[in-house]
């Protein structure tokens, strides 16, 4: 059914329009909210409760998969699952397969893909990424930088057999020549880091944007509120790292060790690059370890870190809708909005149960 289709749907109760905004109603005609009310001779269905932007999972990874790419069916049900938790619009932070089909279609959330991984030969998971060496770095950044919608994802660290341990995989001259070719292409450059180094390997080479981030330090984060780069920390995948370690101990143990490190000091860290001001966003890491449709779960751990709950939303929702360019509840804006029973701004657990969700103004579920 076409937006044109769509009753007018009248949203009242709370329209949190952000972190300290909300008005008492808000229309969607034509699939477009507007904070204007209707002709009366228009038929209206109410809607009551409490009103969000469509929440943001700004790291997952649709048609990948634990064993590499999945078949677009597969891929569907991953879009698919990430609508019904409310999350309305996905950075794919890198996947083996072609999801650009997803964007033509107006029941699935709006996507923007970064492209495949870009890693070294043996030195990241099997069948994710282009694996190549230094001197390939640059043409394979503006490659994908063209094949994606704006950003590019490369593998920062990775385990070396040969050390034992985490070990960034690009030089830094060659790292800051390709990332200066993503932005010569008008894309954005993040990256997969767990290690101290490579965080500062990639604040040297000019990056947007750090996955993961779990080797922040004092200094690191310093140099990463000065230089305005984001961290997306994918704090319930970080629950896997004991897993992690345990299954390399044998051959690796200061591998182990280091990952249990940093796992024990997880929240610390965050908390840390938060008191900083360095930007924070909600990010699951749905499609490796994880199933989609967590972004609840994300929002909820980032309140271990020292954020309110609107806070915590908020890295869900208005900013990282911001962050990303895309609008949230503005006078004209496409209708892609989750409302709640009761409000998660006092118990952001309430986002794990979406009354009603709205995508283009198209009511799914509820």
């Known amino acids: 059914m076409s937006t044109a289709q769509q009753p007018v749907w009248h949203l009242t109760g709370q329209v949190i329009t952000g972190p300290e905004e909300v008005r008492s109603e808000a229309w969607v005609v034509d699939g477009r909210l507007t904070f204007e009310a209707p002709p009366a001779a228009m038929p209206t ?25 999945v078949p677009a069916e597969r891929a569907e049900e991953h879009a698919v699952s990430e609508r019904e938790a409310g999350a309305l ?24 893909r970064a492209g495949r991984h870009i890693a070294r030969p043996k030195r990241y998971i099997r069948n994710f990424a282009h694996e190549i060496e230094p001197d390939q770095l640059v043409e394979y950044v503006r490659r994908e930088a063209r094949a994606g919608d704006g950003w590019v994802k490369l593998v920062g660290d990775w385990i070396d057999r040969d050390a034992g341990d985490l070990r960034p995989l690009w030089p830094v001259d060659v790292l800051t020549e390709a990332i200066a070719a993503a932005h010569e292409e008008g894309a954005r450059v993040t990256a997969h ?7 500062f390997d990639f604040a040297a080479a000019g990056t947007d944007c750090i996955e993961h981030a779990t080797g922040l330090t004092p200094e690191s984060v310093e140099i990463f509120a000065a230089q ?13 790292f004991p897993a992690f370690a345990a299954a390399g101990e044998a051959k690796f ?25 360095v930007r924070i966003y909600a990010g699951t890491d749905a ?9 609840a779960r994300e929002v909820e751990a980032l309140m271990s870190v020292g954020m309110s709950a609107t806070e915590a939303i908020g890295a869900a929702t208005w900013e990282a809708r911001e962050w990303l ?8 804006a496409s209708a892609d909005v989750v409302v709640y029973a009761d409000d998660p ?9 979406p009354q009603h969700v709205l995508l283009r103004g198209a009511r799914h579920g509820g």
Do not use: K
Request: aromatic content about 4%.
């Open 45 to 69: 269905e109410r809607l009551e409760g409490y009103v969000l932007p469509g929440l943001v999972d700004a790291h997952c990874h649709v048609g990948l998969e634990a064993d590499g790419g």
């Open 89 to 112: 619009l996905l950075r794919d932070a890198g996947s083996p397969v072609d999801t650009s089909w997803i964007q033509e279609r107006e029941d699935l959330p709006r996507l923007i």
């Open 193 to 199: 880091c767990f290690d101290e180094q490579s965080l």
């Open 228 to 240: 305005d780069i984001a961290i997306v920390p994918t704090l319930i995948n970080i629950e896997n």
């Open 253 to 277: 143990p200061a591998y182990a060790a280091h990952m249990r490190d940093m796992f024990e000091r997880r929240f610390e860290t965050v908390a840390l690059a938060r008191e900083a001001g």
């Open 287 to 295: 499609g490796g370890q994880l199933p989609h449709g967590l972004i």
């Open 325 to 332: 360019g895309h609008e949230g509840l503005v006078e004209g």
């Open 345 to 353: 701004r006092q118990d952001v657990r309430v986002l794990a149960d």
